[in-house]
């Protein structure tokens, strides 16, 4: 079955630090990757998506993803987080080549700053 | 541009009444959908539509309803409220091959 696995649920670390946030997946085949972020009341924003080409995807607000075929992840990265990263963040999943585009979410990591 | 735009933001609904959560996009999106997040949770889908008159159903559809009479809406139908759609709904729209862009979230509480 098609899934998404956020394996940590509360990540906390502290203001400059690096960050790494893991998403793992499991699919027929290599699909669209993408990380969403949600900030408290809000909506999910688009962070960065992995279609195809560069396993090294850069995307809005200093983060960065590497996909890794061999190990099924997607894992989100930024050298050193602000105050201001502190949000939920979504790894998703979408079948390439769907009429229907349909998006699988992880279950979503909570990301606390600590001062 | 507006994007996704959901009304109401917020909602306060008895157990047994109905409402309809409005979703429209500017963006001629042929693929709109509709999720609940619980609390710790990530996104359910609802319901989703590939264009205009064509709808589906997603993982929990149970108790709700959609219609896609134009490209640019699409509503969500709650017939008889149960606490159990104490949720926050987001809508969503995008072109096949590109990500979603979502709405800013309806938060209903059934009490």
């Known amino acids: 079955a098609q899934s998404v696995t956020q394996p940590d649920i509360h990540i906390t670390v502290s203001e400059g630090a690096s960050l790494e946030l893991r998403c793992n997946y499991s699919y027929g085949a290599t699909p669209y990757l993408f990380w969403y972020v949600q900030s408290p009341g809000q909506g999910l924003q688009l962070l960065l998506k992995y279609f195809s080409g560069d396993t090294l995807v850069q995307g809005i607000k200093g983060f960065e993803a590497e996909f890794k075929r061999s190990q099924s992840s997607f894992n989100l990265r930024k050298p050193s987080v602000h105050w201001s990263d502190a949000a939920e963040y979504f790894c998703?999943?979408?079948?390439?080549?769907?009429?229907?585009?349909?998006?699988?979410f992880g279950s979503g990591t909570r990301l606390s700053i600590r001062p | 541009n507006a994007g996704v735009t959901q009304t109401p933001k917020f909602r306060i609904l008895k157990i047994g009444q109905s409402m309809t959560l409005q979703c429209t996009q500017d963006m001629n999106h042929n693929y709109m959908y509709w999720y609940r997040q619980d609390p710790g949770m990530g996104l359910k889908l609802i319901y989703y539509?590939?264009?205009?008159?064509?709808?589906d159903k997603g993982e929990v559809p149970n108790g709700y309803n959609v219609s896609r009479s134009t490209t640019e809406d699409f509503p969500l139908r709650l017939e008889l409220a149960a606490p159990s759609q104490t949720s926050v709904y987001f809508c969503a729209s995008n072109d096949i091959g590109s990500f979603q862009y979502f709405g800013a979230g309806t938060r209903l509480s059934v009490l």
């Open positions: 539509s590939v264009g205009a008159g064509i709808t």
């Open positions: 998703a999943v979408a079948p390439v080549y769907s009429s229907a585009s349909k998006i699988i």
